[in-house]
């Protein structure tokens, strides 16, 4: 994964995380929105609805990088 310390990562928008409220999951590169989806499950004390929200932007940052994302919805992770 590519390099994001803390300077770097306190640099981000809230727009460029999965979760902004909680800036959790950055999505500023294919490495990242990589580990954004297989790291999804994972992420707590967030609503269903944070989560649709989230994965809205998961899959909009997985086109802008070129990153092939198979589920529609994050719902379908749990089948894997």
């Known amino acids: 994964m590519a390099d994001l310390n803390t300077h770097k990562r306190d640099t981000l928008s809230d727009s460029d995380f999965a979760f902004p409220k909680e800036r959790k999951e950055p999505l500023n590169d294919a490495s990242h929105v990589r580990n954004a989806v297989a790291r999804f499950d994972q992420v707590e004390g967030v609503s269903d609805a944070e989560k649709d929200e ?27």
Do not use: S
């Open 54 to 80: 989230a994965w809205k932007r998961i899959k909009r940052a997985a086109k802008k990088f070129d990153v092939d994302v198979q589920e529609n919805d994050w719902r379908e992770l749990k089948k894997r």
